[in-house]
């Protein structure tokens, strides 16, 4: 059975600080690595992986994509494959999310719906409350 390990927990203030410790996670992620986004409507998630995004090397921006299910954004280290369900509420197939899976990806799910169904994947969840003003505490988990 799956346990979710509490990694780290942060403040920031900002959507710059948001983005560095985004970047700052991004140096120990592997190709693989599946990312699962939780919280409010903007709470920052999408700024987030803006600052995974840029850490893996592309220049673009993560837009969020409520309205396209699935983004993909080439990247110097690994592209970054970005799913949006908050349309969907957990209308999908996982084997939709499954075959972008590779050593080459880093696969994200904004709105991940029903979290226990991505555990055999052994995903980071990253969640994200809202605080006072552009303040955010995030934590990040690791299932084992």
């Known amino acids: 059975m799956e346990k979710l390990k ?3 927990t942060f403040k920031t203030k900002n959507s710059e600080d948001t983005i560095k410790k985004a970047f700052e996670f991004t140096e120990k992620l592997v190709g693989g690595d599946f990312l699962l986004l939780s919280g409010e409507i903007g709470s920052g998630k999408t700024t987030f992986l803006n600052g995974v995004l840029k850490a893996l090397g592309s220049r673009k921006k993560v837009i969020s994509s409520s309205f396209s299910l699935m983004s993909f954004y080439k990247a110097r280290k690994f592209n970054l494959i970005h799913f949006d369900f908050y349309r969907i ?49 995030i934590r990040v988990y690791k299932y084992e």
Do not use: H, T
Request: aromatic letters at 16%; a negative charge.
């Open 89 to 137: 509420e957990g209308r999908f197939s996982i084997m939709e999310v499954i075959e972008y899976l590779s050593q080459d990806n880093i696969v994200a799910i904004e709105w991940p719906y029903d979290i226990k169904k991505y555990s055999l994947f052994k995903p980071y969840l990253i969640d994200i409350k809202m605080l006072k003003g552009d303040n955010r505490f």
């Open 6 to 8: 509490i990694l780290s």
